[in-house]
């Protein structure tokens, strides 16, 4: 019997930090990235190459890459919104440019200056670019379960975006719960539909457990056949042009879940543990995950120490 498999992208870098208030130096911030490869994540979003004035979390991120360790076995991903940041990120030496599109048209004013389908077009032009340059190249569908300013978003219309985006030969297409509506009947259904509309082009799921949803819907995007979740160490995160957009579903919450059901995942559990509880100090603050808090489970047996032998023994 085959092994199930899911690839997780480790998100607390980019899409963690971007909406938290205490700004994170660079060097928590290259050890964040160190610490998510010692818990087992192989591809990474450092950070986007977008205005600092707009989002200030992301400021240096072109330092920022030229401080991480270079392997062949790990991708780091980098946030481009427009040509002018694809450079920037080509130049800092990024392996895979993600672009970001957005299903409704309010969302895309606000989230980056365009109409929605302005934003599929400039998102296929970024992956076609980053393609040529000898690099990887996907994009996110955002919003895609709902919107904050316009409510429910009809799934015809993401799997229209989809086949437009398939067309530019993106690595793979993700779906992003953006403020954290979805559910997972909802999720079971849109991640079929993409899948069956875009042919080989692996599903990608970003979900946010801002109703407490995140995990239910990312086991059903997992029966439907979706190849890689995305996910941040202690659940941090949130969209700074989405009201209420709380947190992304947390790294170690998703591993509990998956390694008990059998889904391999490549990732050790309690070293995520460990290292969302170094993060948490890192924010100053308590963090969403539960798993961090609960711990595993079955938890590792004591060791007991004992008692050095004698020979005094009495009869």
């Not at 818990?39 to 205005?51: H, K, L, M, T």
């Not at 606000?110 to 934003?119: C, H, I, L, V």
């Not at 904050?148 to 993106?170: I, N, T």
């Amino acid at each position: 019997m085959t092994e199930r498999t899911i690839e997780i992208v480790e998100v607390a870098p980019r899409d963690g930090l971007q909406n938290e208030k205490v700004l994170v130096s660079l060097e928590d911030k290259a050890q964040l990235v160190a610490r998510a490869i010692a818990s087992g994540a192989r591809r990474i979003e450092v950070g986007s190459f977008v205005n600092p004035k707009k989002v200030p979390q992301m400021a240096g991120t072109d330092e920022l890459v030229a401080m991480l360790p270079r392997r062949d076995d790990v991708t780091y991903i980098g946030l481009v919104m427009n040509q002018r940041g694809l450079d920037r990120a080509l130049a800092a030496g990024i392996d895979e440019a993600g672009a970001v599109c957005v299903a409704t048209d309010t969302f895309a004013m606000r989230n980056q200056g365009q109409t929605s389908d302005e934003s599929v077009a400039v998102a296929a032009d970024i992956v076609r670019a980053a393609i040529a340059a000898g690099k990887g190249g996907q994009v996110t569908i955002g919003a895609a379960f709902g919107c904050p300013f316009e409510g429910e978003v009809s799934p015809g219309r993401v799997v229209a975006m989809a086949r437009m985006l398939a067309q530019a030969g993106p690595r793979e297409i993700a779906l992003a719960d953006t403020i954290g509506v979805a559910v997972p009947a909802q999720v079971s259904r849109l991640v079929t539909a993409v899948r069956a509309a875009i042919g080989d082009i692996p599903v990608r799921v970003h979900l946010h457990n801002t109703r407490n949803t995140g995990i239910a819907n990312a086991w059903a995007a997992v029966e439907a056949g979706a190849a890689t979740l995305d996910a941040a160490l202690g659940g941090i995160g949130g969209c700074p042009f989405a009201p209420n957009a709380t947190g992304n579903i947390a790294t170690e919450d998703l591993l509990y879940m998956l390694d008990r059901s059998g889904v391999a995942t490549g990732y050790d559990l309690s070293a995520a543990i460990e290292h969302a509880h170094w993060l948490e100090g890192i924010m100053g603050k308590p963090l969403p995950a539960m798993v961090s808090r609960a711990g595993s489970f079955p938890a590792p047996a004591p060791t007991l120490a004992l008692a050095p032998a004698t020979s005094d023994t009495k009869a």
